[in-house]
C-alpha cells in the first residue's frame, strides 16, 4: 500500500483478561478515531512493516477507547501491542478548508521568521487551551504559539515551510 499513513492515536495498557485493549485516540472527540479504519501498525513481522489491524469490539471509556482487535484473544496477546502507534490512511480524512491543517502537515516542515531567521523543524504540537503550541527543534528548540494570522503568517506545503513572525531572540 503506498499511501500515506498518519498518526491518529496510540496503544495503551491490555485490559482485562480477554485481549481488549486501552487505545488513546488523537480525534475530537475520540470515538472519531473509530470512523477511520482500517488501523495500522508498524511491524517487523510483516513483508511491508505493516500489520492490519481488524477492530471487533469497542466502546468509550472515560478519556479513551476499549476496543478489541480480530486475532487478539488474551491478555499476553494484547500486552505486545502496547505503546504501538495508530496509523491511518491520510485520504480518510475529511478535506479542510483552505488555510487549514491537520497536525500531521505541519509536522516537518522548516520555520522561519519574516527577517529569514531558521528556527528549525516542527516536531509536534500541543494543545492547552489558550491556544495551540508547535515544538520547533533546530540548534535549539522553540515552542511557538499556533496562532494563524498572527504569528503564522504563511504555510507553504509544497516548499514544506513556515513562515512566523517571531522574533529569534525569545
Not at 531558521?118 to 515544538?135: C, I, K, P, Q, S
Request: net charge negative; hydrophobic share 40%; with cysteine.
Amino acid at each position: 500500500m503506498t499511501d500515506k499513513r498518519v498518526v491518529a492515536g496510540k496503544i495503551g495498557a491490555a485490559h482485562g483478561i480477554k485481549g481488549w485493549l486501552k487505545i488513546f485516540s488523537y480525534t475530537d472527540p475520540i470515538d472519531n478515531l473509530l470512523d477511520y479504519q482500517p488501523w495500522w501498525i508498524q511491524s517487523a513481522a510483516t513483508q511491508d512493516g505493516w500489520q492490519k489491524l481488524k477492530i471487533v469490539h469497542s466502546q468509550v471509556h472515560g478519556q479513551a477507547l476499549l476496543v478489541g482487535f480480530a486475532d487478539i484473544h488474551d491478555r499476553d496477546a494484547a500486552a505486545r501491542l502496547t505503546n504501538k502507534e495508530i496509523y491511518i490512511e491520510q485520504k480518510l480524512l475529511p478535506k479542510l478548508a483552505e488555510g487549514e491543517y491537520y497536525w500531521s502537515q505541519l509536522e516537518g516542515l522548516e520555520v522561519k521568521n519574516l527577517q529569514g531567521f531558521v528556527f528549525g523543524r516542527v516536531t509536534h504540537l500541543m494543545e492547552t487551551g489558550a491556544n495551540d503550541v508547535m515544538f520547533v527543534k533546530g540548534e535549539k528548540e522553540y515552542c511557538l504559539p499556533y496562532l494563524p494570522g498572527q504569528v503564522i503568517k504563511h504555510i507553504d506545503l509544497a516548499k514544506n515551510e513556515m513562515i512566523v513572525d517571531w522574533p529569534e531572540e525569545i
